[in-house]
């Protein structure tokens, strides 16, 4: 699955928080996204996931736009997302969220999330909203993930978890994208396992690309120089 922005411009209401900014992430490829509070990262990943509409310049998903998609269309054409807030169902229990992302018809998937994280098992009865806020993350990837998307959006997954979790977590995201699956990854705490797995990263500010080039070549720390630069 190939995703392509062109000039893209994007916000809320008339604010502009992304100011002509090219992106895009290839068939199977993980790429990553850094950049100080405020630069746009999550305004990027709610664009490209059609939960707000662009303003400008032209987003394209294997050669078709995405003027106009709502996110049910964009979750149809097999794109899953992750935003930073937690989104679980709070009142459902554990269990209830995992079926309504479609355990049923991913039983594999479940076995694997059970086996990574198996505190989500352990409390599958449990009210989703009394969740730690870890907990409730790693919730809601097992969700997205669950419905076996070919591009899968995430605004920084680890936050909130403890260090094993996190591991678990990242390894997990690594092996998926192994499998063909196109992801695009928001990293701000410890980003060099993320980098050391990514294809290619870009560092926002300000609402547009101050570098783009081979994860390889970056840290987390140069790509806060960059952005304060």
Known sequence: MHLQARDLVSGYGKA???HGVDFEVGDGELVAILG??????????KTLSAAIPF???SLTLDGT??????PYRAVSAGIGYVPQERNVFGDLSVKENLDLAGAAQAKDV???VFGRFPILRDRSQQAA???SGG???ALAVSMAVLGRPQLLLLDEPTTGLSPLASASLTDWIVDIAQTGVSIVWIVEQNPEPVLAAAARAYVLAEGSVKFEGPASAMSGDQAL???LD
């Open 55 to 57: 303003m400008g310049g």
């Open 129 to 131: 909203g009394s969740l």
């Open 225 to 227: 120089a960059l952005a």
């Open 65 to 70: 736009t995405m003027a106009g998609w709502r």
């Open 16 to 18: 502009q928080v992304l």
């Open 135 to 137: 907990e409730r993350q």
């Open 110 to 112: 479940l076995d694997d």
């Open 36 to 45: 100080p509070n405020g630069a746009g990262k999550s305004t990027l990943m």
